[in-house]
């Protein structure tokens, strides 16, 4: 499959402190439905460490590449990520890109 046609799916990872959990949790609720609002999204799907809440996996599908440009060009996306950085470990959310295989 060309890397230009299909879904484009990832990984979002960051880690928080307890500190700052319940704003992180109310930050990435409040993204969320604007992420799933967006008309070429498919997933937006956030999850914790059951052992570990502090740590975040967010997994986003989008229809295709053009759908996953629109959503990093959204403004919504710069304003939450302003909002978030200060408030995790990581310097930004760590992306990792999936390939589906079945």
């Given at each position: 499959?060309?890397?230009?046609?299909?879904?484009?799916?990832?990984?979002?990872?960051?880690?928080?402190?307890?500190?700052?959990?319940?704003?992180?949790r109310g930050l990435i609720a409040?993204?969320?439905?604007?992420?799933?609002?967006?008309?070429?999204n498919r997933a937006f799907d956030?999850?914790?460490?059951?052992?570990?809440?502090?740590?975040?996996?967010?997994?986003?599908?989008?229809?295709?590449?053009?759908?996953?440009?629109?959503?990093?060009?959204?403004?919504?996306?710069?304003?939450?990520?302003?909002?978030?950085?200060?408030?995790?470990?990581?310097?930004?959310?760590v992306l990792t890109f999936l390939?589906?295989?079945?």
């Open positions: 499959m060309d890397e230009n046609t299909g879904p484009v799916a990832l990984i979002a990872e960051f880690t928080t402190t307890q500190e700052h959990l319940d704003t992180v409040a993204y969320g439905e604007v992420v799933r609002a967006e008309p070429g956030v999850y914790t460490h059951v052992a570990e809440p502090t740590k975040f996996w967010v997994h986003e599908i989008y229809a295709d590449r053009a759908a996953f440009e629109a959503h990093i060009g959204d403004p919504a996306g710069t304003e939450f990520n302003g909002k978030l950085v200060p408030l995790i470990i990581e310097p930004a959310s390939t589906p295989i079945a």
